[in-house]
């Protein structure tokens, strides 16, 4: 399958660019990137072409990778679900709900295949965990805790991201927590709450279906010492810790792309689809409504 990446940021740079040129059944056909010097290094780098113009990119390919801010993403992988590309896109799917149901409803009319990227649900040792949760009953509640220190000064190629700076830990590792509960604990009925706490910290409460309730802290500005991600489920089972998994990010890149593939060929969504990318989106916006009320 002939594949093209939209966009030439670190993330495009440093994972998806590597995993598309190394996934053996794909043919990394070119870049596009809102600047086009930095698409031309990229392709140069990997063998492959720049595309000055995103349209002839999306005629030249069956698939495309996205490696851009929310809002961009969204906009452009409606556009390439209706030139019939399958999309490997990246999380959050979208900031508003709007943006996230045009890719959703894009996705369905042109019947091509979706994968959100959730980096926990395509590393084999939390996958592995999540679905021996999910398979279990009674799960009394959660908690999940997934604090980063990109804005310390320790020189992240992430920090200076526009998006990032303005959206948050709410919506920059928010859709890591909710992907590995939501699949475990059932969708949420509401967020019961939303407080903020320093810097860019946010604390939410959140119902689920099955009856369990989880706490779920998120944050940008943690102190370096202090940063890291935990999951911890309590109920009858007892006490269960996500487990730490311990590779990069390409080798779960290559997995997402192998399950774009099952899911292209077979015509079955995958669980992490753009309908599953809308409904984190949804929660996100209605616990960022609570915020800006004061709730």
């Known amino acids: 399958m002939r594949i093209g990446l939209l966009g030439t940021g670190p993330w495009a740079d440093m994972a998806h660019a590597p995993a598309l040129s190394g996934h053996g059944?794909?043919?990394f056909t070119g870049v596009w990137g809102r600047r086009p010097d930095a698409a031309k290094a990229l392709a140069d780098r990997h063998g492959t072409r720049a595309y000055d113009d995103v349209d002839a990119l999306l005629a030249d390919v069956e698939a495309v990778a996205v490696a851009l801010p929310p809002s961009v993403q969204a906009e452009l992988a409606v556009r390439a679900a209706r030139a019939g590309c399958h999309l490997l896109l990246d999380k959050p799917l979208a900031t508003t709900v709007a943006q996230g149901r045009a890719v959703v409803d894009a996705v369905r009319a042109a019947g091509v295949?979706?994968?959100?990227?959730?980096?926990a649900r395509f590393q084999p040792e939390t996958e592995a965990w999540i679905a021996g949760q999910a398979a279990r009953d009674g799960w009394f509640t959660a908690r999940a805790q997934w604090l980063g220190a990109l804005f310390d000064g320790g020189g992240s190629p992430f920090a200076a991201s526009p998006w990032r700076r303005e959206k948050g830990a709410l919506w920059?590792?928010?859709p890591h927590a909710l992907s590995v509960l939501l699949p475990v604990l059932g969708d949420t009925g509401r967020v019961s709450a939303a407080v903020p706490g320093p810097g860019d910290t946010v604390h939410l409460v959140l119902e689920h279906a099955g009856g369990a309730s989880s706490t779920v802290t998120l944050s940008l500005t943690a102190p370096p010492a202090a940063a890291g991600a935990a999951v911890e489920l309590r109920g009858r089972a007892g006490v269960t810790l996500l487990p730490e998994a311990a590779e990069g990010p390409v080798p779960a890149l290559l997995r997402a792309l192998d399950a774009l593939l099952a899911s292209a060929a077979g015509g079955r969504p995958h669980p992490c689809d753009a309908a599953f990318g809308l409904r984190v989106t949804e929660i996100l916006a209605e616990a960022e409504a609570l915020l800006n009320d004061g709730r």
């Open 25 to 27: 059944a794909l043919e």
């Open 113 to 119: 295949a979706s994968v959100v990227f959730f980096t």
């Open 172 to 174: 920059d590792v928010g």
